[in-house]
């Protein structure tokens, strides 16, 4: 059992797809920021310990992508290298049960509801979800 350090979690995006999926993250990234909580986008260092993947469900080439990079990301939990993967976006709308039933739960809570990115308040309910989940987990 992996036992908890005092080390403050620090949570990285990973956003795939159109420049919508940009304004999610960069939204939620602001908001994980305005609670206090370590946040970066994309970053190719291994000092986070939290990661959010924000998927494309309909450009072809994002959907291999968004698959692909949740694949790697659960590898790296379950190797230990990070303490929760959260998947968000049209993918995980669009092909919840498949994902669920190939890669499982991941033993983190999906983010499956789909909103309209040209909605601000639907968007910051989102980003209001995803950050209520990270922040019970940082906390």
Not at 24 to 41: K, T
Not at 72 to 95: A, F, I, M, P
Request: with cysteine.
């Amino acid at each position: 059992m992996k036992s908890k350090t005092l080390k403050k979690d620090k949570v990285n995006i990973i956003t795939l797809g159109c420049s919508k999926n940009m304004v999610d993250s960069e939204v939620l990234s602001g908001q994980l920021l305005a609670n206090e909580i370590n946040v970066v986008h994309e970053s190719a260092k291994k000092d986070h310990n939290i990661v959010i993947i924000n998927t494309c469900g309909f450009i072809d080439k994002a959907k291999e992508e968004s698959i692909n990079t949740i694949l790697e990301q659960v590898e790296l939990k379950n190797k230990g290298r990070l303490d929760k993967v959260y998947v968000t976006g049209c993918l995980s709308h669009r092909y919840r049960d498949d994902l669920e039933k190939e890669m499982g739960a991941f033993g983190d809570k999906m983010e499956a509801k789909y909103k309209d990115k040209k909605d601000d308040k639907a968007m910051n309910e989102k980003a209001d979800k995803i950050m209520e989940e990270v922040m019970s987990k940082c906390k």
